[in-house]
């Protein structure tokens, strides 16, 4: 158990805003009740947006004062961060060693924010070239959108949350950011130590709450510029549906495949990184290794490295450091994935390892002989489990891992960079990595997928493109 103050209301204006109703927040793998957060309401929201419009005309400050912000808040996450990976551990579920992970991320997403922040520029246009307008220089400058309304999913409460507030803060934006309602307190954490670091009053409002409720609000507020989302496709199409003619970024989710090439180096650690990566955040990550396709020619010996590897990892308690996976979100959700394994063995696919579940734990999963059109492959299982597949030519691979309603990445293991490369081109995917697995992700490299997988790019330096409006200035010279 973690020994933070246990009840959060909103935090509108630098101001606690107490709510008539609550929402409880348990701890995943105890199912206690750990903290509770606001149940926010329409006027909670209309509060925010008004304090976050006022803070956005007041506030004057320069990048160097936001980037000193940002500095400021990484070095107190650094000094706090034992006890926000604990908060993590409790409210999400994954392992302790996968939150203290996330942490480190988050403050480096916060950190590459701040380097960012002086760098935000325009571009000059060579509009003097054309015969006629010799007289005329012209030049982009870029410009906060205003306020920004800032959704988030369950899984990455820190990480993900920085992907919002550091390019938002950076790039001189106010938010009203409304956490998923069943991981909020890592959130209202990050909100007290921004505020600590000289967030000026206003620039950040949280209001907790469900998405049908604080989250619709929020969509019908029009005093709210831009949307930067992510979660699941089904709420990233309403969102897009729902917020009219303003910007929205959707990052959605994935069944990121993996291709291994018959002549990948190094099998064995191959088959451990996609296994690894696979259940690693209790599998509850939108670029966990979900789909993996093996040449046929070295399919049996990585399914046996796989099952070997994920026999090796337990679901426990995740505090306990020998465990590799925690409770999933809930047990519904676990349940769902197992009854997808269960109609693929119905279906002629088969248990390499684990497939069992007790609760809300379910084991490190390998299945074997799947085909493209079972859920464990075409939908996004979310779930500890990885699904191998067979390919007899790459063209084949890349067309097996086209052949899905997302593209977010794809990891390619092979040697032959001609082929790695042709193929590289052909995966309809917004990222590519090759010789790793499709968890890769560098918190400053644009990220963002295609598809249902959304729209719009993450990675400090492109959301900050994102929320900002490029503004043309022209000069009649006379
Ligand atoms: P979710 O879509 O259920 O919820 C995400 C957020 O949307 C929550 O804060 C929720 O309260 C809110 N919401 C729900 N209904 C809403 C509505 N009608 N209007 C406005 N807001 C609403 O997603 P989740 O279960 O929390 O997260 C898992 C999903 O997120 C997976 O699909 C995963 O792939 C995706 N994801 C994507 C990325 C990425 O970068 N592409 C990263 C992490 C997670």
Known sequence: MTDVMTHYPHVIHGEKRESEETIDVMHKFDQTVFARVGRGTESDVDAAVVSARQAFKETSWSAEDRARILRRAAELFLERKDEIARVITAEVGKVYRDAALEVQRGIDTLLVSADEAGQLTGHTIPINAKSGQENRLAFTV????????AITPFNFPFNLTAHKLGPAIASGNAVVLKPAEKTPVTAMLMAEVLEEAGLPDGMLNVVNGYGHEVGSAMLAHDGIDMFTFTGSPDVGRRIKADSGIRKVTLELGSNAPNIVYKDAKGLQQVAEACVGKGVMHNGQ???????VYVHEEIYDTFAAHAKAAAENLKAGDPMDPKTSVGPMIDEASAARAESWIQEAVAAG?????GGTREGALLQPTVVGRVENDMK?????VFAPVIVLQTFSSIE??????????YGLQAGLFISDMDLA???ARALAYGGVILNDVSTFRADMMPYGGIKDSGIG???????MEEMTNEKVIVMNIQ
């Open 285 to 291: 990550a939108c670029i966990s290794v979900q789909r």
């Open 142 to 149: 870029r410009e906060p959108v205003g306020v920004i309304g």
């Open 457 to 463: 790019k993450e990675g400090p330096k492109y959301a």
């Open 376 to 380: 464990l492959s075409c939908e996004e």
């Open 349 to 353: 696919a088969e248990i390499i390892a």
């Open 396 to 405: 084949e691979a890349v067309e097996k891992a086209n052949d899905s309603r």
């Open 421 to 423: 490369f042709r193929s």
